[in-house]
Each structure stands twice: as structure tokens, then as C-alpha cells.
């Protein structure tokens, strides 16, 4: 299974990434402090409940998932260690989706900016992302179907 390799090789340099790397050390760094680890054991404990709930009923209730995001700004406020770790997760966030749409792009091809449902003032910069992931070589181009626009909500000002 060469793709299964492939993602190992994968796995293993994204691990060696500053984002990657900064999120590591910004973790440790709140597991060395008793004060923010108890704080954000708490907070995982319900993510992980939130995550669970929404897992079982597809659902997640607004009170609950606002109580979260109130308990993250609260954490951040009190706790440096923990907004660091936010602070790094956000990096590792983009970079990820940096990955899954270069992936995505690889297997489908490669869209234009001007196919995609977004607003006209982004589509410059979203044409600068799709280049900066083909790496300057011509890709095939996706083809975007209206039933592949179908499920997604547009504001009512846009148009595909």
C-alpha cells in the first residue's frame, strides 16, 4: 500500500512543522503548570462532552457550545499558557487546511477562483492560495457542477 506509506511520510513532516512543534511545546508548557493544567483538563473535559453530544445527535446545543466558547475566553484572560496553546492551534489549523486542500486538489482537480461561491473581493486572494498550492504547475481543472453548488447556502447578495 504505497498511499499508506506516503501518509506516514506525511504525518511525519508535517510533524517536524514550526506549527506543529510550537503546538507540542505550548502544551507541555500548560502540563508543567499545576494551575493552567487543571483549568484546561477542564475545558477538554467539555469539548470532549460537547463533541460526544454532538456525535450521538448530530445536534450541538447553542447554550452548551456557547458555554464553551465563554469558558475558552475566560481561560485566555486568566491563563497565558492556555492562549498560547489557542494562539498555536489556529496556526496548526490553517496549515491542515492548507494540506486537506492541497490533497483535495491532487485527487479533483485543481478549481479557479472564479468558479468558487464566494464573494468577488475574495476571489484574488483565493486565486493566490489555489497557485501557491499547485506550486506553479498546471493542474487538471475541477468541474463544478450546479448539484455540487446545490447543498451549499449562499448569502442572498452572491451568486455562483
Do not use: C, W
Not at 11 to 21: D, K, N, W, Y
Not at 47 to 53: D, K, N, P
Not at 95 to 113: D, F, K, Q, R, W
Amino acid at each position: 500500500m504505497n498511499y499508506i506509506n506516503k501518509a506516514r511520510e506525511l504525518g511525519e513532516a508535517l510533524s517536524q512543522t514550526p506549527e506543529v512543534q510550537a503546538l507540542k511545546a505550548a502544551e507541555a508548557a500548560i502540563m508543567a503548570d499545576p494551575l493552567s493544567k487543571e483549568a484546561f483538563t477542564r475545558y477538554q473535559e467539555k469539548e470532549r462532552g460537547l463533541v460526544t453530544a454532538q456525535m450521538i445527535s448530530k445536534v450541538v446545543p447553542e447554550k452548551e457550545s456557547l458555554a464553551l466558547l465563554d469558558l475558552k475566553v475566560r481561560l485566555m484572560n486568566k491563563h497565558p499558557l492556555i492562549k498560547e496553546y489557542f494562539v498555536h492551534q489556529q496556526s496548526y489549523e490553517k496549515m491542515m487546511a492548507m494540506v486537506n486542500l492541497t490533497l483535495t486538489t491532487a485527487m479533483h482537480g485543481m478549481p479557479s477562483a472564479s468558479d468558487l461561491p464566494i464573494p468577488e473581493e475574495l476571489k484574488g486572494m483565493a486565486q493566490q492560495i489555489l497557485d501557491k498550492i499547485s506550486g506553479g504547475n498546471p493542474m487538471e481543472k475541477m468541474q463544478i457542477s450546479p448539484e455540487m453548488l446545490s447543498g451549499i447556502k449562499l448569502p442572498p447578495n452572491l451568486k455562483p
